[in-house]
Every structure is written in C-alpha cells, then in structure tokens.
Nanobody
Framework: QVQLVESGGGLVQAGDSLRLSCAAS????????MGWFRQGPGNEREFVAR????????YYADSVKGRFSISRDIAKVTVWLQMNTLKPDDTAVYYC????????WGQGTQVTVSS
C-alpha cells in the first residue's frame, strides 16, 4: 500500500500564496504519477494538477493554469503544489493522489481563501 501525508493548507486572503506538500511512503516503487484534486463546499471532487514521476510532465485544470505550479522530487516521492494569486473559489479540501495502477488518496488538507 501507498500512504500519503499532505500538509500546507490554511486560511489566507485573496491574492495570497500557499504551498501544499504531499509525501508518499510504503510501496512507492511503481508510482508513476502524483497529483492534486480538490472538493469545495457542495461540489464534487475535481482535478487540479498532476505530474509524471517519470518525465516530470505536468497537466493543469484550466481554472488554475498560470496560477498553480506542481513539482516533484523523484527520490523522496514527494509533490508540491505552489498556489499563487489565490481566489475565494479556490477554497476547498485539497487531496493528494498517487497512481500505480490504483489510486491512493491522502486525508486532505483544508485551504480557505477569504475575500
């Protein structure tokens, strides 16, 4: 099994920045991709960003392009999500996911952006 621990959430004002981190442990040998989803109040969980552990290629939801940046450390099996110019609509619980043929989820970290 793969275990994920997220950190870095918090309460910020619109326009501020936050950096989320997600560290994977356990059976991580076959993890080929890691990413972030989020679930806002009353909404379904939605894709935010993902990055290939192999070649570092990253993909983003249109709503965060140009504001969020995902990066990874191959050896430590860790990913970060740098979130800039945050908006109230970014308020959500952010979940890390690691993929090895199955999806493994973290417990989530709350991000609240006040206007």
């Amino acid at each position: 099994q793969v275990q994920l621990v997220e950190s870095g959430g918090g309460l910020v004002q619109a326009g501020d920045s936050l950096r989320l981190s997600c560290a994977a442990s356990g059976r991580t040998t076959h993890v080929y991709e890691m990413g972030w989803f989020r679930q806002g109040p009353g909404n379904e969980r939605e894709f935010v960003a993902r990055i290939s552990r192999i070649d570092g290629r990253a993909y983003y939801a249109d709503s965060v392009k140009g504001r969020f940046s995902i990066s990874r450390d191959i050896a430590k099996v860790t990913v970060w999500l740098q979130m800039n110019t945050l908006k109230p609509d970014d308020t959500a619980v952010y979940y890390c996911v690691a993929r090895d043929g199955s999806d493994h989820w973290g417990q989530g970290t709350q991000v609240t952006v006040s206007s």
